[in-house]
């Protein structure tokens, strides 16, 4: 199931249902009589490759996730507020966002960008709550080493002591990251950091275990509007990525509904 969530993803991903699209067309157009339909789905393909590699449509289909809920801030969570001195906090989980364990590599060369993103932001909040543990979240899937162990490796490296940190590097997906770091944490309110885009379907899977999560959204890609400027005018792989950041979570959402995986 889980192999067959990611063929269905990679598949509706902008770029590579337009090319499909595309190529599809131009077999027709080359080696069927099928003249019309190949037209059709060549055009098809390039305008839905045309309208993802702008802005517009992206931000808009992203906007909304990523900003579904506030960044963190300790005196502005109720959670945190019926403890004046914070220590309501116990943990403070980073979700795992892909990495590329290469020995040859540099350290920070290996952890994704969205990784060590969450990174810096988990170990910012650990940081302001002593005695919290750093939980750091993510199997290793299709690599050897898991993102959990990467992103130990890279919070030991600028100063976080190996005893605060817990590993959970079982998990393939963000459900079984739910799964595995509930007996961790149990019913304790904790901080979840996770990309923007990523923070609604994660708390919705949290919450259905009966766990009490605190947003931490980072990694934002839409900001607000400021107006128009000369690269508004031409396309971007950047827009592609966006959207497909914002298919996948939609996908996402979707599937743990019809599953009754996710609380809304």
Request: hydrophobic share 40%.
């Given at each position: 199931m889980f192999i067959l969530k990611k063929i269905i993803s990679v598949f509706l991903s902008p770029l590579t249902l337009s090319l499909l699209l595309f190529f599809l067309g131009l077999y027709l157009l080359w080696f069927t009589t099928k003249q019309k339909a190949g037209k059709i789905l060549v055009s098809v393909g390039v305008i839905l490759l045309t309208l993802f590699s702008y802005s517009v449509i992206p931000d808009r289909l992203l906007r909304p996730l990523e900003r579904q809920y506030n960044s963190f801030e300790i005196r502005s969570s109720a959670a945190v507020q019926k403890a004046e001195d914070g220590s309501i906090i116990k943990?403070?989980?980073?979700?795992?966002?892909?990495?590329?364990?290469?020995?040859?590599?540099?350290?920070?060369?290996?952890?994704?960008?969205?990784?060590?993103?969450?990174?810096?932001?988990?170990?910012?909040?650990?940081?302001?709550?002593?005695?919290?543990?750093?939980?750091?979240?993510?199997?290793?899937?299709?690599?050897?080493?898991?993102?959990?162990?990467?992103?130990?490796?890279?919070?030991?490296?600028?100063?976080?002591?190996?005893?605060?940190?817990?590993?959970?590097?079982?998990?393939?997906?963000?459900?079984?990251?739910?799964?595995?770091?509930?007996?961790?944490?149990?019913?304790?309110?904790?901080?979840?950091?996770?990309?923007?885009?990523?923070?609604?379907?994660?708390?919705?899977?949290?919450?259905?275990?009966?766990m009490n999560p605190i947003p931490s959204p980072i990694g934002h890609s839409v900001s607000e509007e400021q107006g128009l400027s000369p690269y508004s005018f031409f396309p971007s792989t950047y827009n592609l990525e966006k959207a497909e950041m914002a298919i996948h979570e939609y996908l996402g959402l979707t599937w743990t509904k019809l599953r009754g995986q996710r609380q809304d």
């Open positions: 943990f403070v989980v980073v979700l795992g966002g892909g990495h590329t364990s290469d020995p040859e590599l540099p350290l920070i060369s290996q952890i994704s960008r969205s990784s060590l993103v969450r990174l810096m932001e988990g170990i910012r909040i650990y940081k302001k709550y002593p005695g919290a543990k750093l939980l750091l979240s993510g199997g290793g899937v299709f690599d050897p080493v898991s993102d959990a162990e990467i992103m130990a490796r890279v919070a030991m490296e600028i100063g976080v002591p190996e005893r605060d940190i817990i590993l959970e590097s079982k998990s393939k997906d963000t459900k079984d990251e739910a799964r595995f770091i509930k007996p961790i944490v149990g019913n304790e309110p904790f901080v979840l950091v996770t990309t923007a885009s990523h923070i609604p379907r994660s708390m919705a899977l949290f919450k259905k275990l009966g």
